[in-house]
Every structure is written in structure tokens, then in C-alpha cells.
Nanobody, 119 residues
Framework: KLVESGGGLVQPGGSLRLSCTDA????????MGWHRQAPGQQRELVAA????????NYADSVKGRFTISRENGKNTVSLQMNSLKPEDTAAYYC??????????????WGQGTQVTVSS
């Protein structure tokens, strides 16, 4: 139900923008988030935004570098990633859930998009 785009290869210090949209089937406006999983690591919540777009949360590792945003009234979310580091390399997954408090166990997942930060 969620389709991501925008991953790729970027040099350290560079930027990427990930996007995610509901391909259909989600009724109502949901909180949305981005998670990532590096090889051999657990999946971690990177950023989340409430259904109304008022509340945002970030992992400490990305604060000040990543910005989550959404289109008003739509289950569409973006993640602007700046000052990327090699440790940001991971598969990034979009998610959606009724309330932001439940974002660690979301209802819907995207298929993932790979972000590789390397020189």
C-alpha cells in the first residue's frame, strides 16, 4: 500500500530526498514514519510525523540533518536527508499507523528503498 522512491548512491556530505505515497487502500489520515535497517542490524525508527503534521519525532542520530514532512490531507510523506554519513547506509522503509505513538509497530509498511553513502 505504501510506495517509496528516491533512494540511491550518494557521497558523504551529500543529500537525498525520499518520498512515500499511499498507493490505495488506507482509509483516513494516518501518522507516517521512516525506519531504516542496515545489514546485521535491527530496524530502527528514524523519523515520524503525526497525521495532522504538527508533531515530528527524530532519532538522535539524525536530528539536525533529516527533516520529515507530509502533504496536507494526504498520506504522502518525504524525508529530506542532508549531511549524509556512511553510517546512514541502510534500507529505508516508509510506514503508516493511526497514531504517532504507535509508530514503532506500524500498521502498514512500504517495500523499502536502498540508501548508500559512500565515496
Amino acid at each position: 500500500k505504501l510506495v517509496e522512491s528516491g533512494g540511491g548512491l550518494v557521497q558523504p556530505g551529500g543529500s537525498l530526498r525520499l518520498s512515500c505515497t499511499d498507493a490505495g487502500g488506507i482509509r483516513g489520515l494516518y501518522a507516517m514514519g521512516w525506519h531504516r535497517q542496515a545489514p546485521g542490524q535491527q530496524r530502527e525508527l528514524v523519523a515520524a510525523i503525526s497525521a495532522g503534521g504538527v508533531t515530528t519525532n527524530y532519532a538522535d542520530s539524525v536530528k539536525g540533518r533529516f527533516t520529515i514532512s507530509r502533504e496536507n490531507g494526504k498520506n504522502t510523506v518525504s524525508l529530506q536527508m542532508n549531511s549524509l554519513k556512511p553510517e546512514d547506509t541502510a534500507a529505508y522503509y516508509c510506514s503508516a499507523t493511526p497514531t504517532i505513538a504507535n509508530m514503532r509497530n506500524p500498521t502498514y509498511w512500504g517495500q523499502g528503498t536502498q540508501v548508500t553513502v559512500s565515496s
